[in-house]
DNA sequence: ACAATTATGTTCTATTTCGAAAATATTTTT
DNA sequence: AAAAATATTTTCGAAATAGAACATAATTGT
C-alpha cells in the first residue's frame, strides 16, 4: 500500500525531470537534453516512461503537469466566469488604496482580486486562503499574513475555530468576501458552515465590507446564512442585479458597483 | 506607477492564455486553438505578442511560465543539492509511520520530505511553509494545518510571535527541522533570528525530532543558535559526517542515518 | 454608407520534433 | 574475462508546428 513514486523504479534523471516539471510548469527535450548532457532521443524515451505511469504529461516539444494529480473540481470551478471574475476584481482593487489593510476571505473570486492587487504598494493582506497568500507573496512590498488552522484540500482555504480566533486578533481596513448565494431579500448564503464562519469574523472586523460576486449568484439557494446585504459596505458584480436586490440595496445605503464589460 | 499587467491592452483572450499558464504551467497551441474555437495561427500570434512584452515564455507547441517572474533566489537554492535532498527526505519519510502527527520547519530539505510523504496515509501535519501545505494538501487523507503569521516573500515561510503561540497548541510525534550549520562542536546555527524561534517553539512541542541536512551544512557558520545536537532525536544526511560530529551524536545517544546514493 | 483599420482564416513552405531501428558504449552477471 | 543485459547515441523518414503572405471577415471612425 506504501506505494510511493518512488518504487516506481525511475532513474535519477526522471526523477530530477518530475521535479523540474513540477517546479516550472513545463520542461523543453531540447533544454532538457543540453542540461543532463545527454541527446534528445534519451530525454525522450525518460518522459515516455513518465508517462505512461501517468507522472507527466507530454506536449509536443517537452513535458508539463498532468493536471489529472490536482484537484480537477476545483480547478474547473476557477475557469467558470473567470472573465466575469476578472472584471469584478479589477473593479474592486481599483477602490483599495495602496497601504490599506485588508482581509481576504476564500474564494475563486477573492482570489481573482488578490491577482488585480499584485501590483499594489505597501499592502497588509491577512488571508485563509492559501492561494491568496501565494499569490501575493510573490510582491515583496505586500506583508502577507496567513491565518492558522485547517487546510482544506478541496480549495486551499483555511477554517476552523482557531482560524477565527487568529482574525480576530486583526481590525482592518477593508473585507473582501465571496459568496454562494443571494436571496431575493438580501440573504447572503454559503454551502459551508465553517467558512460561514470566517467570513463572519472577517465581516466582524473590517472597517468596510467588500462583497464580491458574479451574477450567477443572484436567486440561488444554499444553505447556512452568512448575514444580510445591509451589513455590507459595497456590492461588486457583473452585471445589474435583479431589481429586489437593487431596492435592498438602496434601502440599506449600499453602494453598487457594476464591472462594464471590457471593450476589446 | 500603477502599471497593471491589463494596461498593457491585451485582449479578453490573451488574458485567458495568460491565466491558463499560470494555472496549468503550459498551454498547447492546439489545444488552446480549440478551447476558443478559432485557428491555431491566431493562437500564434497571440502568445507571440505575450512573449514580446516577456509575460510567458514561448516553447514549441505552446506557452509556459515565464520563470523570471518567480522568485529566482529561491528557486535557484532549490535545485543546490536536490538529489542529495531527496534521498535525505525519502530516508525521513521512512521512518514516518502513517497516521502519525508531524511538525514540518521552513526549509528546502523539509519541502523535499513533504514531498517524500504525500503518499502517506492519515498524517497529520502542522507546518508554518506555505509550499509544504500546498504539496500536501494534494492529499485528502492528510490533514494539514498551517500556522499563522507573516508570509515572507522570499520563500513563503511564515513566521513571528504569532506563529509561535500557533505551535504551542500542540503536541506532535515529530518534529522535522533543518538547520543552516552545524558546528564541530554540535552547536545548530541558522541565519534568521525569526525562523529559529519558530524552530525552537517546534522542538519544545515534538516527541521526537528530526534534523535533516545535507553535507554542506557541517563545519559552516551562521550567526543565531538554534540549539544544540543532544536536544535532537535523530539526524539525517547524505554522507557521513565528520569525526567531531560523530563523537557528539554518539556521546548523546543521538541515531544518525545516512541516505545512500540511489543505485541506477 | 463608405473607407480605413483591425482581427481572423487560408495556404503553402521551412523548420522542428518524433519515433523506429541499428550501432555503440556502459554496466552487470556469470 | 567473457557474455548478457542495459543504456545511450546515431541516423533518417514521418509527423507536427511555425511563420510568411495573402484573402476574407469584422469593427471602427467619419
Given at each position: 500500500?506504501?506505494?510511493?513514486?518512488?518504487?516506481?523504479?525511475?532513474?535519477?534523471?526522471?526523477?530530477?525531470?518530475?521535479?523540474?516539471?513540477?517546479?516550472?510548469?513545463?520542461?523543453?527535450?531540447?533544454?532538457?537534453?543540453?542540461?543532463?548532457?545527454?541527446?534528445?532521443?534519451?530525454?525522450?524515451?525518460?518522459?515516455?516512461?513518465?508517462?505512461?505511469?501517468?507522472?507527466?504529461?507530454?506536449?509536443?516539444?517537452?513535458?508539463?503537469?498532468?493536471?489529472?494529480?490536482?484537484?480537477?473540481?476545483?480547478?474547473?470551478?476557477?475557469?467558470?466566469?473567470?472573465?466575469?471574475?476578472?472584471?469584478?476584481?479589477?473593479?474592486?482593487?481599483?477602490?483599495?488604496?495602496?497601504?490599506?489593510?485588508?482581509?481576504?476571505?476564500?474564494?475563486?473570486?477573492?482570489?481573482?482580486?488578490?491577482?488585480?492587487?499584485?501590483?499594489?504598494?505597501?499592502?497588509?493582506?491577512?488571508?485563509?486562503?492559501?492561494?491568496?497568500?501565494?499569490?501575493?507573496s510573490s510582491n515583496p512590498t505586500c506583508e502577507v499574513i496567513i491565518a492558522g488552522g485547517v487546510v482544506r484540500s478541496r480549495d486551499r482555504g483555511v477554517t476552523g475555530e482557531a482560524t477565527i480566533d487568529f482574525i480576530r486578533q486583526f481590525k482592518v481596513d477593508f473585507g473582501i468576501i465571496g459568496v454562494s448565494a443571494i436571496e431575493e431579500d438580501g440573504t447572503l448564503l454559503d454551502f459551508d458552515y465553517h467558512e460561514v464562519r470566517v467570513a463572519q469574523a472577517?465581516?466582524?472586523?473590517?472597517?468596510?465590507?467588500?462583497?464580491?460576486?458574479?451574477?450567477?449568484?443572484?436567486g440561488r439557494n444554499a444553505v447556512v446564512r452568512l448575514g444580510h446585504l445591509s451589513q455590507i459596505t459595497a456590492l461588486f458584480c457583473d452585471k445589474q442585479p435583479p431589481q429586489e436586490i437593487l431596492n435592498c440595496l438602496q434601502e440599506h445605503n449600499v453602494a453598487l458597483h457594476v464591472a462594464k464589460h471590457a471593450h476589446s
Open positions: 500500500m506504501a506505494s510511493t513514486k518512488s518504487d516506481l523504479n525511475l532513474n535519477k534523471r526522471q526523477k530530477q525531470i518530475v521535479d523540474l516539471v513540477q517546479q516550472q510548469g513545463f520542461a523543453a527535450v531540447e533544454e532538457m537534453a543540453q542540461h543532463f548532457s545527454v541527446t534528445p532521443q534519451t530525454i525522450r524515451r525518460d518522459i515516455n516512461e513518465l508517462c505512461e505511469h501517468g507522472v507527466v504529461r507530454r506536449f509536443h516539444g517537452g513535458v508539463g503537469i498532468n493536471s489529472s494529480v490536482e484537484n480537477v473540481a476545483y480547478e474547473t470551478r476557477k475557469v467558470l466566469l473567470l472573465a466575469e471574475k476578472q472584471r469584478i476584481a479589477r473593479e474592486v482593487a481599483a477602490q483599495i488604496p495602496n497601504r490599506a489593510s485588508v482581509f481576504i476571505d476564500i474564494g475563486t473570486t477573492t482570489e481573482e482580486v488578490a491577482r488585480a492587487l499584485r501590483q499594489h504598494e505597501g499592502l497588509r493582506v491577512i488571508t485563509n486562503d492559501l492561494n491568496v497568500a501565494t499569490i501575493l472577517i465581516m466582524e472586523n473590517s472597517r468596510k465590507i467588500f462583497l464580491a460576486t458574479d451574477h450567477s449568484k443572484f
